[in-house]
């Protein structure tokens, strides 16, 4: 009997646990390996993460959507799927985004669509970020304090950074848009369609300037 009772409990822990429903009403749901590390979160706006680097969590200085988390194989956070919307002072307001993050930093890649009242942007953004990791308890703590120079450089002494390489999308203006940046960030090359159909390439400098400028009927 002994051997039969631990026959049947060892089967049954070794048998995968399965369940099978209609309809499930949650807030949140943790998606987990094996040995625990979190892999994805869905979640409600009230039930979303904060930032999770190596699986110490961090709360996040603003991220008032519900959606999806992404987090690589050490448990960082490394993109996610987020979205939201509603009536705010009498407009409409909209934004759904999918980016993907770089190693323990902020997105690199994001296609995102938003809208506030008659100011509506979609497009895919690339962009750099620094070498160094986030250190994001540092910033957590440094962006409650009050404005300022010292606040600021140290936020990108602990790793916040941006340089905008490339967008390429609609524009608040109703044009079609594609612009190109230097390492720096500074725009170098645009080409855009407006509004009114009119064409145009751009050629600027490091001051932002137009060297040369391209448009209908003009000569190459």
């Known amino acids: 009997m ?44 009230g039930r979303m993460p904060g930032i999770i680097v ?40 909209n934004l759904g985004a999918l980016s993907f993050d ?3 930093q902020d997105q690199t890649v994001s296609l995102s669509s938003s809208e506030e009242g008659d100011d509506r942007q979609a497009g895919l953004a690339i962009n750099d970020r620094p070498d160094q990791p986030v250190d994001f308890p540092t910033v957590a703590r440094l962006v409650r304090q009050p404005a300022s120079d010292q606040r600021d450089a140290a936020i990108r002494a602990a790793g916040v950074g941006i340089a905008p390489r490339a967008f390429l999308g609609r524009t608040p203006d109703k044009a079609s848009l594609l612009a190109l940046r230097d390492p720096a960030g500074r725009k170098r090359l645009e080409l855009r369609v407006a509004a009114d159909g009119r064409a145009t390439i751009d050629f600027l400098d490091a001051s932002g300037h137009i060297t040369r400028s391209l448009s209908d009927g003009s000569a190459p």
């Open 2 to 45: 002994t051997l039969v009772a631990v026959w049947l409990v060892s089967g049954a822990s070794a048998r995968p646990n399965r369940a099978t429903f209609d309809t499930i009403d949650v807030q949140r749901i943790n998606i987990r390996e094996p040995d625990g590390t979190l892999r994805m979160t869905i979640a409600s706006r």
């Open 54 to 93: 190596a699986g110490q969590e961090t709360p996040h200085p603003d991220r008032p959507q519900a959606g999806m988390i992404f987090y690589n194989d050490e448990g960082s956070e490394n993109g996610g799927l987020v979205f939201s919307g509603a009536m705010k002072d009498g407009k409409p307001t």
């Open 102 to 104: 770089r190693w323990r």
